[in-house]
């Protein structure tokens, strides 16, 4: 690999001298590698085994396409709620009603501009799902309103009761989704990112659809050329690189509006998952093992985002009602999670966390090394952060003593190689 130095002496890596005039993310492909490597992190000696490989090229693009098209169907792309149809208001009404029920608020209603509706309308932007019955139908961009300012300018947008955040993706805005809030306190910064995250995640989405549309069409003509072809792959790549972005933000603003419902001072989610990590690097777990149990972490609470925000400032005193809704809520968490595609491998780790290692835990009774190591792991990290924060109705407890507490349930409670690396890390 050639280095440079850039104008502050400091060496950088350029591009392979045997990729330089031929096309490396085609040679990527012809290895069959799949994850987008970019092509300064290629060796020399990978370089000149691959830059040969590829005969036909134009047929090998239509290959590639036809990969990413059946990768980044709609199905992968937009399974991100708790829907299970395709049906656009089967879909948005859907994302509308979930976000009412995140955010506990008195409604929400998602607009799609006229090019990425498929409802006929004289609108400019037009109802496609809603959370209640009483909702405007839609609103062309002459009108003087909150909705069409924000839409036109990109930029999220507030009243005395409606907060409005556009649809966007890179390439254009798509949308608007209106939330209005019951109460008189603005709403609270962490559901504003939640929601602009799943905004932009919806949005990039529809953008990557429209270009599998495009590259589908490019796909059966037999006029099209190798320019038109990486002219189409460079836009998918880049489109499904901004939905990789908009997915790990969309999980961390989950886990942060979870923590605010919480009431936690700090962020309970973000602290579990780093001391999770911390504990999978000490038992050497491989790195995408330690992702996804990094990401159980921050999402193990899930559920308790579909919760009323007045349940955790009532100092233990539920009634009946509100105790099953608690007790429920792990449940609610992994439906929500399987509606991820991306996330989808996470949800045993999170199913689990409650079994304990002598067998007389839940959901299952599950007993020892039986239990998902991801979710022993994430149960521990979860326990030690709840009692070393501070909570509303307690102080936070001093590390030594949860360790302390937490060593005397090992073997019971918790799996003893699992408090031995917390007993490192911490």
Not at 163 to 178: D, E, H, K, L
Not at 192 to 200: M, T
Not at 254 to 268: G, L, P
Not at 345 to 355: A, G, H, L, Q, W
């Amino acid at each position: 690999m050639k280095r440079e130095e850039n104008n502050n002496g400091v060496s950088l890596f350029s591009q392979s001298e045997a990729l330089i005039g031929q096309d490396p993310i085609e040679e990527i492909f012809a290895l069959n590698l799949g994850d987008f490597i970019a092509e300064n992190l290629i060796s020399e000696d990978l370089a000149k085994k691959i830059g040969t490989n590829v005969k036909n090229k134009k047929e090998s693009l239509k290959n590639q396409l036809k990969e990413l098209v059946s990768i980044y169907s709609l199905q992968q792309t937009l399974c991100v709620l708790s829907f299970d149809s395709n049906a656009e208001s089967t879909i948005y009404t859907s994302i509308a009603k979930s976000i009412s029920q995140m955010l506990d608020i008195k409604s929400c209603q998602v607009y799609l501009s006229y090019e990425y509706s498929k409802t006929t309308s004289d609108n400019d932007l037009i109802l496609a799902g809603s959370s209640d019955k009483n909702s405007t139908t839609g609103f062309n961009l002459d009108d003087d309103n909150i909705i069409v300012k924000a839409f036109i300018e990109k930029d999220t947008k507030t009243d005395s009761s409606l907060t409005v955040v556009p649809m966007c993706s890179n390439i254009q805005a798509a949308g608007v989704i209106v939330i209005t809030n019951t109460s008189e306190k603005p709403l609270k910064k962490k559901y504003i990112d939640l929601v602009e995250s799943i905004a932009s995640l919806f949005a990039t989405s529809m953008a990557l659809q429209k270009e599998i549309d495009d590259a589908n069409k490019l796909i059966e003509d037999e006029h099209s050329t190798v320019g038109d072809l990486q002219h189409m792959r460079a836009e998918l790549t880049a489109l499904i690189g901004d939905l990789c972005d908009y997915q790990q933000a969309f999980v961390e603003n989950m886990a942060n509006a979870v923590d605010v419902k919480n009431q936690y001072t700090v962020s309970h989610s973000k602290n579990t998952a780093k001391l999770a990590r911390l504990i999978c690097k000490e038992l050497e777990l491989n790195e995408k093992t330690t992702d996804l149990i990094y990401y159980a972490g921050l999402l193990q609470n899930i559920g308790k985002i579909a919760l009323p925000e007045k349940i955790f400032a009532t100092n233990g005193k539920l009634t009946p009602e509100e105790l099953k809704q608690i007790q429920e809520h792990n449940n609610s968490g992994v439906h929500l999670l399987m509606n991820i595609n991306f996330l989808s491998e996470v949800v045993p780790y999170i199913t689990y966390k409650s079994e304990r290692i002598d067998g007389t835990g839940t959901p299952e009774g599950l007993k020892g090394n039986s239990i998902p190591l991801g979710s022993r792991i994430i149960a521990v990290a979860d326990a030690f952060s709840a009692m070393t924060s501070d909570r509303p109705y307690r102080k936070a407890m001093d590390n030594n003593k949860a360790l302390e507490i937490m060593k005397q349930e090992a073997g019971t409670k918790w799996d003893p190689i699992v408090i031995e690396a917390l007993s490192k890390v911490i």
